[in-house]
C-alpha cells in the first residue's frame, strides 16, 4: 500500500496496465517515461490512466523539463497533427556524440539548417495528438513497402494487441519481393482465436493492405538476449494460419480449376468452394495472374473485375460459367 509511483519504459506499454497496477496498488499512478540512451535515457513522460484500456497504445508523451521533441518530415519541416513523421530529440539532455565515432555522430546528430538547433535522429516515428502529446507509432526500420504501400509493421502489431484475447503480437514479413506477405504472430491469454477472426476485427481498425496473410498463434514470442522479439526465429506459418471458411470441396469441373490455380499462386494444397481469395492472401498483382491462367486454362473470357466482385471459388466459377469462350488465337 506504500507504492506510490510506478514508471515504465523500454518498450511498448500494455494499455491496460494502469488497471493491472491499480488492482495491486491502489494509490500507484503508473507514468510512461521514454527517450534515448542519446539523449539521457528519458526526454518524455505520460501519466497512464484507467481510461487509456480504450486507446491502441500508450502516447509517448510530452518532453521533460529541458528536452524538447519535434516530429518533422524529409526536410525538417514540422508536421501537422495526426500527419507521421520522423521524431528527434533536442535540449539540455542532448549527447555531444559517440566516442570516438565521427562518422556515426554525424549521421544521427544534426543541426537543424534554419533553427541552428542541434538534434538527435531517434529512429522513431511518432505523429502530434491535438493536445500535443506525441505518439510514437514504430521504428523507421520496422517500416516496410509492399506492393506500392509504405506499412508501418508497429501500428499493425498495436491494433492486433488491442484486440480482446491477444497479449502480445509481432508482426514479420516473408516471401520474395514480388509475393511479399505480412504475417501475424500471436500470444493469447488463454482464451484462444482463429486467423479468420482475427482478421476481421483488425479490418475494422485497418485498411485491407495492412491486414496480414497468416495468423500464427504461439505460447510467447522468442525473444534475444537483451529481451526484444527475436524476428528471425519466428517460425513459417502453415495453411492452419490462413485466413479459412468452413471446408467444402470444390465441385465440377470449373470449381476444380479455379481451386488448382489459387493454390498454385497462393501456395496452399487445399482450398475450399466458400474461401475467399483475398482473405488467404490474394492481393492485386496475384488476381491478375489468376485470372490470366483462368483464361489460358479454361478458354474463357474472364476478367479481374468478376474476381473482385466474386472473391470465392463458387462464385467466381459461377461467373466464368457463363462466360464467352475464347478462341485460341485469343487466349493471352
Given at each position: 500500500s506504500s507504492v506510490r509511483s510506478a514508471l515504465l519504459s523500454g518498450d511498448w506499454?500494455?494499455?491496460?496496465?494502469?488497471y493491472q497496477v491499480s488492482t495491486l496498488f491502489r494509490d500507484c499512478t503508473?507514468?510512461?517515461?521514454?527517450?534515448?540512451?542519446?539523449?539521457?535515457?528519458?526526454?518524455n513522460w505520460y501519466e497512464v490512466g484507467v481510461d487509456d484500456a480504450s486507446r491502441t497504445s500508450i502516447p509517448y508523451g510530452t518532453p521533460l523539463a529541458n528536452q524538447r521533441m519535434y516530429i518533422l518530415d524529409e526536410a525538417l519541416n514540422p508536421r501537422p497533427t495526426h500527419v507521421p513523421g520522423d521524431l528527434y530529440i533536442a535540449g539540455r539532455g542532448l549527447a555531444m556524440g559517440y566516442w570516438k565515432d565521427p562518422e556515426k555522430t554525424a549521421a544521427s546528430f544534426i543541426t537543424h539548417p534554419?533553427?541552428?538547433?542541434?538534434m538527435y535522429r531517434t529512429g522513431d516515428l511518432g505523429r502530434y495528438l491535438p493536445d500535443g502529446t506525441v505518439e510514437c507509432t514504430g521504428r523507421a526500420d520496422d517500416q516496410i513497402k509492399i506492393r506500392g504501400f509504405r506499412i508501418e509493421l508497429g501500428e499493425i502489431e498495436s491494433s492486433l494487441c488491442a484486440l480482446k484475447g491477444v497479449r502480445e503480437a509481432a508482426v514479420t514479413?516473408?516471401?520474395?519481393?514480388?509475393?511479399?506477405?505480412?504475417?501475424?504472430?500471436v500470444v493469447t491469454d488463454g482464451q484462444g482465436g482463429s486467423p479468420q477472426a482475427w482478421r476481421a476485427q483488425l479490418l475494422e481498425h485497418l485498411p485491407e493492405h495492412m491486414l496480414p496473410s497468416a495468423y500464427v498463434e504461439l505460447a510467447s514470442?522468442?525473444?534475444t538476449p537483451n529481451g526484444k522479439v527475436d524476428r528471425?526465429?519466428?517460425p513459417a506459418p502453415d495453411e492452419d494460419a490462413v485466413a479459412r471458411r468452413a471446408y467444402r470441396a470444390p465441385e465440377g469441373a470449373t470449381e476444380q480449376a479455379i481451386a488448382a490455380v489459387w493454390g498454385e499462386l497462393l501456395g496452399l494444397?487445399?482450398?475450399?468452394?466458400?474461401?475467399?481469395f483475398f482473405e488467404l492472401g490474394g492481393h492485386s498483382l496475384l488476381a491478375l495472374r489468376a485470372i490470366g491462367r483462368l483464361r489460358r486454362v479454361l478458354s474463357v473470357e474472364a476478367s479481374v473485375r468478376q474476381l473482385?466482385?466474386?472473391?470465392?471459388?463458387?462464385?467466381?466459377?459461377?461467373?466464368?460459367?457463363?462466360?464467352s469462350v475464347l478462341d485460341a488465337g485469343t487466349i493471352a
Open positions: 506499454i500494455p494499455v491496460n496496465i494502469a503508473v507514468f510512461a517515461a521514454g527517450g534515448a540512451t542519446e539523449a539521457s535515457i528519458w526526454s534554419r533553427t541552428g538547433e542541434r514479413v516473408r516471401g520474395s519481393e514480388s509475393q511479399r506477405q505480412l504475417v501475424a504472430y514470442l522468442p525473444l528471425q526465429s519466428l494444397e487445399r482450398i475450399g468452394r466458400d474461401d475467399h473482385f466482385e466474386a472473391p470465392t471459388i463458387a462464385g467466381l466459377a459461377h461467373r466464368l460459367d457463363g462466360c
